[in-house]
């Protein structure tokens, strides 16, 4: 249950923020670089996935999955392992990491306001 929550709290917040980062990048640089950033997350996405489809793998072979028979305790642990415990850690350590993140709804309307006032050409009242 928790690994589904966060599951979709990870696919909610993660791209909800996507767009905030990018506006923070451009008020503080003053280029818009969207293709690059979803360029980035794209391929750390896939590259992580390819990841986990190898080592989900690598670690049924190694606990000696074989398909279509009763499975050992040893390769029952490791698919509790693989889809309970070591998703629980990743998430935790993912939310400890965005506890770090400071880019709250106030800071971002500040951030909003400065890149407004730059298209129309008005002295930046707001630094990067």
Not at 10 to 38: C, H, M, N, W
Not at 50 to 70: C, D, E, K, R, S
Request: charged share 20%; proline share 3%; with cysteine.
């Amino acid at each position: 249950m928790f690994a589904g929550l966060a599951a979709g709290c990870g696919g909610t917040v993660g791209p909800s923020v996507q767009g905030d980062v990018i506006d923070y990048d451009e008020l503080a640089t003053g280029e818009r670089k969207e293709g690059s950033y979803f360029a980035a997350w794209n391929f750390v996405y896939k590259s992580a996935a390819g990841v986990m489809l190898l080592l989900t793998g690598f670690t049924l072979q190694f606990a000696g999955f074989v398909p279509n028979q009763q499975q050992s305790m040893e390769v029952q642990i490791a698919m509790v392992s693989l889809y309970g415990a070591f998703p629980l850690v990743c998430y935790s350590i993912g939310a400890f990491m965005f506890m770090r993140f400071k880019l709250d709804e106030a800071e971002h309307d500040r951030i909003r306001a400065g890149l407004d006032a730059r298209r129309r050409g008005e002295p930046e009242a707001v630094a990067g």
